[in-house]
C-alpha cells in the first residue's frame, strides 16, 4: 500500500510540472534519437534467453554486451502462440523495423510471426498476433522505470531501460539477427 502512495505522488508531481529530471534524462531531449554506432561496433546477432531474462548482443561470435529484460506476461506459460496470449515469441527472427515515436521509449521491431508461427496459429483458426518489439518503459513513465525492472508486463515485448533501449537502437541496426529461447 505504501509503494501506491508513493506512486500517486511521483505522478502527481510529474503531472504538475515539479518532478525535475536528472541525469541521463535529462540530456536526452525528447524527439531526439541517437545515432546508429559505427558498422565495426554494431550487433549482427542478439541471444534474447527468456529463462535468464537476459539479452545478449555480439558481433562476430564476440559478446558485446547484455541486459536484463523485461517479457511478457504471459511468458512462463511458453512460446507466443496466440494474438493476445501475452508470450514473448521463441525462435529465430529479424529486427525489420524501428520506429522512434512509439508509445514506448524508441521501438525495434521483430520479425514475428513467421510462417511456421501464422500457420500454427491459422490451424487453432486464430491469429498469431504480432508487433513484437524490443522497447523502452511507456513515454512519460521514464521516472519511474525502477517500477517496471524485474517485472514481467509487456504484452510479448521485450523491454529494457530507456537508457538501455538507446544504446540498443544505436547498436543493433535492421536486419539484425534475433534468436529468442526459452
Given at each position: 500500500m505504501r509503494l501506491l502512495a508513493v506512486l500517486a505522488l511521483l505522478v502527481a508531481l510529474a503531472a504538475a510540472g515539479t518532478l525535475a529530471l536528472t541525469g541521463a534524462a535529462a540530456r536526452?531531449?525528447?524527439?531526439?534519437?541517437?545515432?546508429?554506432?559505427?558498422?565495426?561496433?554494431?550487433?549482427?546477432?542478439?541471444?534474447?534467453?527468456k529463462s535468464d531474462r537476459l539479452m545478449i548482443l555480439f558481433r562476430n561470435?564476440?559478446?558485446?554486451?547484455?541486459?536484463?529484460?523485461?517479457?511478457?506476461?504471459?511468458?512462463?506459460?511458453?512460446?507466443?502462440?496466440?494474438?493476445?496470449?501475452?508470450?514473448?515469441?521463441?525462435?529465430?527472427?529479424r529486427i525489420d523495423a524501428r520506429n522512434a515515436k512509439s508509445r514506448y521509449h524508441l521501438s525495434l521491431?521483430?520479425?514475428?510471426?513467421?510462417?511456421?508461427?501464422?500457420?500454427?496459429a491459422a490451424a487453432m483458426g486464430k491469429s498469431a498476433g504480432g508487433d513484437i518489439m524490443i522497447?523502452?518503459?511507456?513515454?512519460g513513465w521514464g521516472w519511474a522505470?525502477?517500477?517496471?525492472?524485474?517485472?514481467?508486463?509487456?504484452n510479448g515485448c521485450i523491454a529494457v531501460t530507456n537508457s538501455e533501449m538507446r544504446s540498443l537502437w544505436?547498436?543493433?541496426?535492421?536486419?539484425?539477427?534475433?534468436?529468442?529461447?526459452?
Amino acid at each position: 500500500m505504501r509503494l501506491l502512495a508513493v506512486l500517486a505522488l511521483l505522478v502527481a508531481l510529474a503531472a504538475a510540472g515539479t518532478l525535475a529530471l536528472t541525469g541521463a534524462a535529462a540530456r536526452f531531449a525528447p524527439g531526439t534519437v541517437p545515432d546508429m554506432a559505427a558498422p565495426a561496433l554494431q550487433a549482427d546477432r542478439i541471444l534474447v534467453d527468456k529463462s535468464d531474462r537476459l539479452m545478449i548482443l555480439f558481433r562476430n561470435g564476440q559478446e558485446l554486451t547484455r541486459y536484463s529484460v523485461s517479457l511478457g506476461s504471459g511468458a512462463e506459460a511458453g512460446p507466443k502462440q496466440l494474438e493476445g496470449d501475452g508470450r514473448t515469441p521463441e525462435g529465430l527472427y529479424r529486427i525489420d523495423a524501428r520506429n522512434a515515436k512509439s508509445r514506448y521509449h524508441l521501438s525495434l521491431r521483430v520479425s514475428y510471426p513467421s510462417g511456421s508461427d501464422r500457420a500454427r496459429a491459422a490451424a487453432m483458426g486464430k491469429s498469431a498476433g504480432g508487433d513484437i518489439m524490443i522497447h523502452g518503459v511507456p513515454n512519460g513513465w521514464g521516472w519511474a522505470a525502477v517500477l517496471f525492472k524485474g517485472r514481467d508486463w509487456t504484452n510479448g515485448c521485450i523491454a529494457v531501460t530507456n537508457s538501455e533501449m538507446r544504446s540498443l537502437w544505436a547498436l543493433v541496426p535492421d536486419g539484425t539477427l534475433i534468436e529468442i529461447r526459452a
